[in-house]
T-cell receptor, first 114, second 114 residues
């Protein structure tokens, strides 16, 4: 079992609310990722980070923002949630070295915006 | 465009039976191929990872094969159990980026009936 945690696991909020999805890992990994996954669809990378103070946008455009102030913490924020943001959000991390770049996933946050 | 295609989309088998899931990819340059198991509402968990030089790898009742020439992989599950019910995702990593970018298939939804 990977030591990567996400909170909350489930969240139902109204349109226009600001939310922050938390992700923490205790493995000391430099690289962290946020993915978005809709039911029956593939995971899409929305944000990633190489390390502290490093953040980049992924393949899928997202209105969310991320920050990386500490190695173990990689929160994702939506300033004004909309129904189109309803999805599952998965956080992952990987070590910097090693050709396999094995990524370990958290349990996910299921977000519903009403 | 790098793609990962999986078949079948869904599969129902009886407990104790064997099954094989397929994955075709066009990702280039190829680095490695992974199979993940994703239980409903959870994050993906790695089952196997294979590099270019490996053509088979086992993890308990799971055996993955890789044909890098035809860009095909399969995941064989032996003596299925109810707990095998999950989505099985094929993921291919390219060698062209330091990020170790992952390309995800949509998964095969396996249901094991008693």
């Amino acid at each position: 079992e990977a030591d990567i945690y996400q909170t909350p696991r489930y969240l139902v909020i109204g349109t226009g609310k600001k939310i922050t999805l938390e992700c923490s890992q205790t493995m000391g990994h430099d690289k962290m990722y946020w993915y978005q996954q809709d039911p029956g669809m593939e995971l899409h990378l929305i944000h990633y980070s190489y390390g502290v103070n490093s953040t980049e946008k992924g393949d899928l455009s997202s209105e969310s923002t991320v920050s990386r102030i500490r190695t173990e913490h990689f929160p994702l924020t939506l300033e004004s949630a909309r129904p189109s943001h309803t999805s599952q959000y998965l956080c992952a991390s990987s070590a910097t070295s090693g050709a396999s770049y094995e990524q370990y996933f958290g349990p996910g946050t299921r977000l519903t915006v009403t | 465009k790098n793609q990962v295609e999986q078949s079948p989309q869904s599969l129902i088998i009886l407990e104790g039976k064997n099954c094989t899931l397929q994955c075709n990819y066009t990702v280039s340059p190829f680095s490695n191929l992974r199979w993940y198991k994703q239980d409903t509402g959870r994050g993906p968990v790695s089952l196997t990872i294979m590099t270019f030089s490996e053509n088979t790898k086992s993890n308990g009742r799971y055996t993955a094969t890789l044909d890098a020439d035809t860009k095909q992989s399969s995941l064989h599950i032996t003596a299925s159990q109810l707990s095998d019910s999950a989505s099985y995702i094929c993921v291919v990593s390219d060698r062209g980026s330091t990020l170790g970018r992952l390309y995800f298939g949509r998964g095969t939804q396996l249901t094991v009936w008693p």
